[in-house]
């Protein structure tokens, strides 16, 4: 996550606005997978009352309003 972090901000820096959008949506596709993984191992640190399906109703929404 950190890399593709840094990876944005190069892009943002460099004002290259198409890639920094490409690895925005990459990013974004894949943070979901991320907090599932994070929900499943570690989700007493996460949001109270976060579950898997409201994650992945998450996901669902964002996906559809960026395709």
């Known amino acids: 996550v950190i890399d593709e972090h840094r990876a944005i901000y190069e892009a943002v820096r460099l004002r290259d606005e198409?890639?920094?959008?490409?690895?925005?949506?990459?990013?974004?596709?894949?943070?979901f997978d991320t907090l599932k993984i994070l929900l499943q191992t570690k989700g007493h640190l996460l949001i109270?009352?976060?579950?898997?399906?409201?994650?992945?109703?998450?996901?669902?929404?964002y996906r559809r309003r960026v395709r």
Not at 18 to 31: C, F, G, N, Q
């Open 18 to 31: 198409v890639h920094a959008e490409r690895l925005m949506l990459e990013h974004m596709d894949s943070i």
């Open 48 to 61: 109270e009352h976060l579950t898997e399906p409201a994650l992945q109703d998450a996901a669902t929404a």
